[in-house]
């Protein structure tokens, strides 16, 4: 008998699942903490603006409430599009889990039967008893060799036993987990298509609203004070967020920015400067980045910074037409300090990139991120939409220093 060639070649017990996940950590609930004391702050800022404007208002306030749900209902299905993505990764990787321990089920059940059979042919060839092996001749030192071995597959044979009976609670555990995965998909594909219906019938709400106004609209845009108080509270929300700003804890040093999307061709030079920040002698991470920027979003420059605008006044900005629903990238990693509509803007987010600069993108369909949170170079922050009452589809773009805009096409590199 070659019994102990088997003996080799036995495998390891089948692993057992890991035990609940770990609890938060304390630094985690800090987090989860500051994270609401940033959103609260924010709110608190908010309200302070509209009361400031007391009851003058504009005919595409009237568009807020389906914009705002358009920009939450889009989030939340993004939001639900990776959790399902997540569920449905963890369920593959059971599936291959469950593969895994079959095979090595039926592995150790096609040697636990080579075990069983040496067994058999042992058991049947005698020479258990002392006397009978000295008067057959045969040599002690070999048969107590092969008693030794005989135990040795008797340990084996159960030691094979105990895994499989492990290895059948493991499928048991593994099935059970699959169902609830399965189950859990089912539900966020419950969850999806309610908020697709949200969707519909807002931007139908939205159409209708917009249809009825779009002449009331036209003509208020028209008028440099309306142009002229939009910027005041812009300006004004940008105030009150650089000090909000200046009191939040430092960020970690930022990753090296993302490559964006190029855009395509420009109009002509700017025919009427904008005060411009000074930004010569900034310093810190964003200011290293003067030159390599990326514009945050594909599409067709329509309006320069400091060019005149119909209405009149300048640009503070630049205006780059894209199609609705094209993604917006920020520029440089940051913190969210502002995600909300804003009259005059839409769906407004604001990235605050420390060392006094910011970055604003405006009349976007759906904002992505909520304030607090951390953004890196080049992660899709906003979808590019006409909210607040913007005749063309685009994104309204800023870069501000010490809350003065400064031409973001001179910080945009040109490879």
Do not use: C
Request: no cysteine; aromatic share 4%; net charge positive.
């Amino acid at each position: 008998m070659r019994i102990w060639l088997l003996l080799l070649a036995l495998p390891a017990a089948v692993a057992i699942a890991a035990g609940p996940p770990d609890s938060p950590t304390a630094k985690q609930v800090e987090k989860q903490g500051e994270l609401r004391e940033i959103k609260d702050r924010i709110d608190d800022l908010r309200k302070d603006l509209a009361k400031s404007e007391g009851s003058r208002s504009s005919v595409a306030d009237q568009l807020r409430e389906a914009e705002s749900a358009i920009s939450t209902t889009s989030r939340r299905l993004k939001e639900l599009g990776a959790s399902r993505a997540a569920v449905e990764g963890e369920l593959a990787e059971l599936e291959t889990q469950q593969q895994r321990l079959a095979r090595q089920s039926a592995s150790q059940q096609d040697q636990l039967g080579q075990l069983l059979r040496q067994q058999h042919r042992a058991d049947t060839a005698g020479g258990s008893d002392a006397l009978q092996t000295l008067l057959a001749g045969r040599d002690p030192n070999s048969a107590a060799r092969d008693w030794h071995f005989l135990a040795l597959l008797s340990r084996a044979k159960a030691d094979l036993i105990r895994n499989l009976s492990a290895a059948a609670a493991e499928k048991r555990r593994l099935a059970e987990t699959a169902r609830d995965k399965a189950g859990e998909i089912s539900r966020i594909e419950s969850r999806q298509q309610e908020a697709r219906a949200t969707l519909v019938a807002k931007s139908r709400e939205r159409k209708a609203v917009l249809t009825r106004i779009a002449g009331e609209i036209r003509a208020q845009r028209r008028e440099i004070g309306t142009l002229k108080r939009d910027e005041q509270r812009l300006a004004k929300l940008i105030d009150g967020l650089a000090r909000l700003a200046a009191s939040l804890p430092k960020r970690k040093p930022p990753r090296p920015p993302a490559a964006a999307p190029r855009i395509g061709e420009s109009p002509p030079p700017p025919t009427r400067p904008a005060r411009e920040a000074d930004t010569a002698g900034a310093g810190g991470a964003f200011a290293s980045l003067r030159g390599k920027l990326r514009l945050p979003v594909a599409g067709k420059l329509g309006s320069r910074f400091g060019s005149a605008r119909s209405e009149g006044g300048t640009w503070k900005g630049l205006f780059i037409q894209a199609a609705e629903g094209a993604e917006v990238r920020a520029v440089a990693a940051g913190r969210v300090v502002f995600a909300d509509w804003l009259r005059g803007f839409g769906n407004l987010l604001i990235i605050d990139h420390d060392d006094d600069f910011l970055s604003v993108y405006g009349n976007n369909q759906s904002l992505l991120r909520q304030p607090g949170d951390e953004t890196r170079a080049g992660e899709v922050v906003a979808t590019v939409g006409n909210s607040g009452g913007n005749p063309e589809s685009g994104l309204y773009f800023e870069l501000r220093h010490r809350g003065q805009v400064f031409d973001p096409m001179k910080w945009v590199g040109t490879r």
